[in-house]
């Protein structure tokens, strides 16, 4: 699969779930959850332990299932992980050139955080055909309506205090993607093993795309 194919992927699909702060062993029941919602993108952030050996787990056993990828990578000995890992795309709330790099030179899609106009250009001319604009929330939809006139190249994903009530005029503004963390795949419902409820809200979240 190459670098084109994943992002149509990612296009197609819209929604990743982010998967943050849960425990290696909850692993299972939180993709079984988000199977049952429909939703085939995972990214597993590094700020998280035992975020590569859920990373390899989610590869092996849900690879027909997921497209998964790798959050919160800072630098490119993280990436190198993640990719060894199994990660077909990295995301970063930073733009680091070097991650960048390194992901292109092994047929990984970056997707490095931007928040500037500057940032989203400098993103594109070293590589990235996919910027994550963050957080996409607090910036607004408006940010990503105004950056995509003088940058129509750039493919976008949205992220960062995204929920149900802003989703959908994310994408009318012209992000081709989300990535959506607590508001689906949440603390609470983890530690009392309610999955039932994260492929519920899930489905709201699908819902609101249409």
């Not at 029941?29 to 049952?36: E, H």
């Not at 299932?65 to 630098?75: H, I, N, R």
């Not at 105004?146 to 989703?167: E, F, R």
């Amino acid at each position: 699969m190459d670098e084109l194919e994943i992002i149509s992927i990612i296009k197609k699909e819209k929604i990743c779930s982010i998967v943050r702060g849960i425990e290696e062993e909850k692993i299972e029941k939180i993709a079984q959850a988000l199977f049952k919602s429909g939703i085939k993108l995972v990214e597993v952030t590094f700020n998280t332990i035992g975020a590569s050996q859920m990373i390899s787990y989610l590869t092996k056993h849900y690879s027909n299932k997921f497209l998964v990828g790798a959050g919160t990578v800072l630098d490119s000995e993280t990436a190198k992980t993640a990719i060894e890992a199994g990660a077909k795309f990295i995301l970063a709330p930073t733009l680091n050139i070097e991650v960048v790099k390194l992901c292109l030179r092994y047929n990984v899609v970056p997707i490095p955080g931007v928040a500037t106009a500057t940032e989203a250009l400098t993103a594109w001319e070293s590589g990235a055909r996919m910027v994550k604009i963050f957080p996409a929330g607090v910036l607004g939809a408006n940010y990503i309506k105004q950056l995509k006139g003088p940058l129509p190249q750039l493919s976008i994903m949205a992220v960062g205090a995204i929920n149900k009530d802003n989703v959908r005029e994310m994408f009318d503004a012209g992000a081709e993607s989300i990535g959506i963390g607590s508001e689906i795949v949440d603390e609470n419902s983890v530690i009392n093993n309610d999955f039932g409820s994260i492929t519920e809200k899930a489905k709201k979240i699908k819902s609101q795309i249409g």
